[in-house]
């Protein structure tokens, strides 16, 4: 009789010290904050903010210092003959890390053009960027999001289009661009606003600002695919990070 107690009592402390330590086990991982910020960035909803038609020396600088106070990267789409003479505008974006994409030399349709129309107008902007940048790798966003198969064969880059869009050049009021794309936000999109409207740079900040507090990501076009694990082909047109029926 007196051995049994014993025996209980012997079991009772394994038990006790087992769970103490399983315990101690699940409270140290709890504890360590590695692990919560790999699970956050793995579950975080990412966007990204595109710009297309500058640069604007005003309008665009007054952006990156807001991007550079918040820590987003953002894809710009660059007018090559806005680029002469804002040579230094564009060497900054590409410093701060964000992507560079072609808009055309003239913001001009890219529909029905023969091989040296188009290539005066993309492939130019091409070597403009690669003169001023010292690197190559450019995607292309047809002015108007218009495209037909001429343009995808002769993209040679990725064709980017977009999911949310305020129309901010026909509004130029901050707070229904902001609201349209607060109301459209969602993970994968791609959002296109115009750096050359005061109103515009206001609306991106404060989108920045909200979708920050929602836990939202800002990312370049580039970083986008390659989270969601989709590997950007030339001449293949994108809307967003996603099944691209939409
Ligand atoms: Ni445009």
């Given amino acids: 009789m007196k051995r049994k107690i014993q025996r209980a009592g012997m079991v009772w402390a394994v038990l006790a010290l087992l769970s103490a330590f399983v315990c101690g086990v699940q409270n140290r991982q709890a504890a360590i904050p590695a692990d ?3 699970e956050m960035r793995e579950t975080a909803p990412l966007i990204a903010l595109t710009f ?11 952006l990156l210092d807001g991007l550079a106070q918040r820590g987003v990267k953002a894809t710009f789409f660059l007018v090559g003959e806005q680029i002469v003479g804002n040579e230094d505008v564009v060497r900054r974006m590409d410093a701060e ?11 001009v349709r890219l529909l029905g053009l023969n091989r040296s129309d188009f290539d ?7 070597q403009l960027l690669k003169n001023v940048l010292g690197h190559d790798g450019f995607l292309l966003r047809p002015p108007y999001g218009l495209y037909d198969a001429g343009v995808k064969n002769m993209a040679g880059c990725p064709i980017i289009l977009w999911s949310v869009d305020p ?8 707070d229904y661009v902001t609201r ?10 791609i959002i296109l606003l115009h750096d050359i409207y005061p109103t515009s740079v206001d609306a991106a900040l404060r989108v920045v600002d909200e979708l920050h507090e929602q836990g939202y990501l800002f990312v370049t076009v580039e970083q986008l695919f390659a989270e969601k694990g989709m590997k ?15």
Avoid: C
Wanted: proline letters at 2%.
């Fill in 180 to 189: 349209h794309i607060m109301d459209n936000a969602s993970d994968g999109a």
């Fill in 120 to 126: 005066a107008q993309v492939d130019k902007t091409r």
């Fill in 52 to 62: 297309d038609d500058g640069p604007r020396r005003d309008t665009t600088t007054a």
């Fill in 97 to 107: 890390g964000h992507q560079i994409g072609i808009h055309t030399y003239d913001h």
């Fill in 232 to 246: 950007l082909q030339n001449g293949e047109v994108y809307r967003y990070a996603g099944a691209q029926e939409r």
């Fill in 36 to 38: 919560a910020a790999t």
């Fill in 167 to 174: 129309e901010d050049w026909g509004h130029k009021d901050a």
